[in-house]
């Protein structure tokens, strides 16, 4: 018996990749696809590149691990002095992982810290529903997304739950669109009230709802409301920007958008483009202090790795240098229109929403009462096949509340993306929407 991959493909002929450059990905047989999800919205600089390469050889080749504990690394303090300016976090210290679960997992561990250097003994994290915010144990307590944490919920944490800004399955629809931040705002403050003000450390959420609910950006009132009620009631803001970090909404953060000074702030993904597994949780300087000063017992084999962080300054200098930000908001503006000129008249597209290089389209079964397809229907995964076949690849997730139901098309291409390229994703899609919807099992 020979070793094999335990993969979630298993038993499909997939094809295999032999390379990549910019938004294009090449398979071994020299087929051409044309990247519109940077995998699972992670590649931002693009596929690749030979700077990002050199930088991780250079760095291995001089020294690729050493223990945290035992020694600095130039490439850590470099990387944290040009990350820091750039974060939506007043003094920040960043504290360097392997990915948005193991951040996520910190950064909870920091909330709780946190409140007990203090003499408070709060453990709820409080989520949204239908959101997404990792696959451990942590990550899955604070998550909303019922189908993934059902078959776990003996082992999931101290948690609960708030509604999310979900402007085309408004939970307050007679607050709509105007006033809907103060209700949910409204919501959290009861649901901190219903839990015991005293025992809630956190809110976590993602600024702009990313592949879970697919790209559904707030209100303009939302995030100030959400913020007032946390500080009311000392309760630490988690921005979950894993997703939504370095640049995929046309800022170089999706607190940017608002002016949000969250207390910590997650990312991974964009961070390193995909070069590397990283994933960063970042502190303000009050928590960062007070847990310091109290003793913060945490770490992982490969955190404060100094070849990620190699990977992580060589992504961040492209982005600076080669103005993606400014790139994602303008591509991002031409893929919005171009998604709705092509699709708002389809009979079974819901919604189309985005900000920056993050868009969904929300298929449903019926645009006046908003019914999803059923589930067995795979409508998304189904478009999201076809659309492969015309060289465009896309990523697909469900939403609908829960996050268990429903059809998202997810966009997040790197912010390479030229003009022409928005265009050739937007009739892929197009096309593929319209040939999978025509044919519908009875
Ligand atoms: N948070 C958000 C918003 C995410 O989208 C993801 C992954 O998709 C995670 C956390 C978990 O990150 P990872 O898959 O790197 O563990």
């Known amino acids: 018996m020979t070793g094999a991959v335990f993969s979630r493909a298993a038993g499909r002929d997939l094809p295999v990749v032999a390379g990549g ?11 051409r696809y044309l990247d519109a999800a940077g995998g699972a919205i992670v590649v931002g600089i693009g596929h690749g590149s030979a700077e990002v390469a050199d930088a991780i050889a250079t760095q291995a080749r001089e020294v690729a691990y050493v223990h945290g504990s035992a020694f600095k690394s130039t490439a850590l303090e470099g990387y944290a002095e040009m990350l820091g300016p750039l974060l939506p976090v007043d003094d920040p210290y960043i504290y360097p992982v392997s990915g948005g679960s193991e951040a996520v997992e910190t950064a909870l561990k920091l909330a709780r810290a ?39 919920l003996p082992w999931l944490g101290t948690a609960a739950h708030t509604t999310s800004p979900y402007e085309y399955r408004c939970p307050f629809p007679d607050s709509h669109p105007y006033g809907c931040g103060a209700r949910h705002a409204q919501a959290l403050e009861q649901e901190i009230v219903a839990q015991g003000p005293h025992n809630v450390a956190a809110f976590i959420a993602e600024p702009i709802a990313g592949a879970a609910l697919g790209a559904c950006v707030p209100p303009d009132d939302y995030w100030p409301a959400m913020t007032a009620v946390c500080r009311r009631y000392g309760v ?101 229109a171009e998604l709705r000129a092509e699709l ?64 998202l098309l997810v966009f997040g291409p790197p912010l390479v993306i030229s003009p022409a390229e928005v265009t050739e994703v937007v009739t892929g899609t197009a096309a593929a929407i319209r040939e999978v919807s025509r044919v519908r099992p009875s």
């Not at 990283?278 to 007070?290: C, I």
């Not at 985005?354 to 409508?379: H, S």
């Open 344 to 407: 708002a008249d389809h009979p079974h597209v819901g919604d189309i929403r985005g900000r920056g290089l993050l868009w969904a389209v929300e298929l449903v079964a019926d645009r006046e009462t908003k019914v999803p397809f059923a589930r067995n229907e795979r409508m998304a995964e189904r478009i999201a096949a076809a659309a492969k076949d015309r060289g465009v690849l896309l990523y697909h997730s469900t939403g609908c509340a829960n996050g268990s139901e429903g059809d």
């Open 236 to 336: 630490l803001v988690i921005a979950d920007e894993v997703m939504t970090g370095f640049g995929r909404t046309g800022r170089w953060f999706g607190c940017d958008h608002w002016g949000v000074r969250p207390d910590l702030l997650v990312a991974a993904k964009g961070a390193a483009s995909g070069y590397w597994p990283l994933g960063l949780a970042v502190t303000s300087g009050e928590v960062h202090d007070t847990v310091q000063r109290a003793g913060f017992v945490h770490g992982f084999t490969y955190s404060h790795h100094a070849v990620g962080a190699a990977a992580g300054l060589a992504v961040l200098k492209i982005l600076s240098r080669d103005g993606l930000v400014d790139a994602s908001a303008r591509r991002g503006e031409q893929l919005g």
């Open 114 to 152: 946190y409140h007990l250097a203090r003499g408070e003994d709060r453990s709820v994290v409080i989520g949204r529903t239908g959101a997404y915010h990792g696959n451990t144990r942590g990550a899955l307590s604070v998550s909303g997304r019922d189908g993934l944490r059902a078959p776990y």
């Open 21 to 31: 450059r910019g938004t294009e990905l090449f398979d071994t047989s020299g087929r």
